[in-house]
């Protein structure tokens, strides 16, 4: 079965510095990984995706991802965290059998500290 | 121009009540969603559409009873209303397998 795992349920960060948010992945198969972001009270909005090709994969607001399939990791990164950019992250990977659902890791809070 | 739009944000309702919650996607995606989101923040799929045919039920409760009178509306019907299901329910929908999901802005819904 696929699945994600985000072994962080908060991360800290002071502004201006770089901020990793971790997820490793399992997967049969090549896998179809994204991450989204969830502001307060508000919906899922997609930043970035990979499907194939470049490991690094650029997205919205100056996020980055980078798929390594060695360590079946699709971590976030941002080279100068912002306080904006305070927020609950998810990753996802699609489950490409028949049924096409998107399956979420628990979240990582990230919390950017002025 | 909303692209995937939820209707009523905001529910509160008493136990044993039925409710519906609506989503229509202007985007014109071929596939729609509903996910649940618990106290935890944990996500979850609840039910997946392809043109209007059900393709996931992922062991919902039946008084819980999605509708889909065309590809662009996804209706989420609950009979029988229990504490449990205060949740946020989010709406999606998606063009292709492989690309991401558009999400709604989301239903509170709170039973009392």
């Known amino acids: 079965a696929q699945s994600v795992a985000q072994p962080e349920d908060q991360v800290n960060v002071a502004e201006g510095n770089p901020l990793t948010v971790k997820c490793t992945y399992s997967?049969?198969?090549?896998?179809?990984l994204f991450w989204y972001v969830q502001y307060p009270n508000r919906g899922l909005q997609f930043l970035l995706k990979?499907?194939?090709?470049?490991?690094l994969v650029k997205g919205s607001y100056g996020f980055e991802a980078e798929f390594n399939k060695s360590q079946t990791s699709f971590h976030l990164k941002k080279p100068s965290a912002l306080v904006s950019d305070s927020a609950l992250y998810f990753c996802a990977v699609r489950d490409r059998g028949n049924t096409d659902k998107l399956i979420f890791g628990t979240g990582t809070r990230l919390q950017v500290f002025p | 121009d909303t692209a995937v739009s939820q209707t009523p944000k905001y529910l509160v309702t008493q136990m044993g009540n039925d409710k519906s919650i609506k989503c229509e996607q202007n985007l014109g995606h071929d596939t729609m969603y509903w996910y649940k989101q618990d106290s935890k923040k944990f996500l979850k799929i609840m039910f997946s559409?392809?043109?209007?045919?059900?393709?996931i039920n992922e062991t919902v409760p039946n008084r819980f009873s999605p509708k889909s009178p065309d590809k662009a509306h996804l209706n989420l019907h609950i009979n029988s209303l229990e504490l449990g299901d205060s949740a946020v329910y989010f709406c999606?929908?998606?063009?292709?397998?492989?690309?991401?999901?558009?999400f709604g802005q989301g239903t509170r819904l709170t039973v009392v």
């Open positions: 997967v049969s198969g090549n896998p179809y």
């Open positions: 990979y499907i194939t090709g470049d490991n």
């Open positions: 559409y392809n043109n209007k045919e059900l393709i």
């Open positions: 999606a929908s998606s063009p292709r397998i492989n690309t991401e999901a558009f």
